[in-house]
């Protein structure tokens, strides 16, 4: 079973909740997840977008290099 952190908080005079304390540990894979979740954003995004075969694309950038 996984452990969960001890959640740290920084709290107002008054007991509000108003930022949270993480280790850099924790930092570095929230940040992590993060880049996840956006590179997985962007793949549904993109996922209707009309594809070719690797092989025509190759052809079509051989022709393109070959012209210059």
Same mark, same amino acid.
């Given at each position: 079973?996984?452990?969960?952190?001890? *959640? *740290?908080? $920084? $709290?107002?005079? #008054?007991?509000r909740? $108003?930022?949270?304390? @993480?280790?850099?540990?924790? /930092? !570095?894979?929230?940040?992590?997840?993060?880049? %996840?979740?956006?590179?997985?954003?962007?793949?549904? @995004? #993109?996922? %209707?977008?009309?594809?070719?075969?690797? *092989?025509? /694309?190759?052809?079509? *950038?051989?022709? !393109? $290099?070959?012209?210059?």
């Amino acid at each position: 079973m996984e452990r969960q952190p001890k *959640r *740290r908080f $920084v $709290v107002t005079e #008054k007991g509000r909740k $108003v930022g949270v304390l @993480l280790s850099m540990k924790e /930092y !570095r894979e929230l940040m992590e997840d993060l880049e %996840d979740l956006a590179a997985i954003a962007e793949i549904n @995004l #993109k996922k %209707d977008e009309p594809t070719i075969p690797f *092989r025509e /694309y190759l052809a079509e *950038r051989e022709k !393109r $290099v070959s012209q210059k």
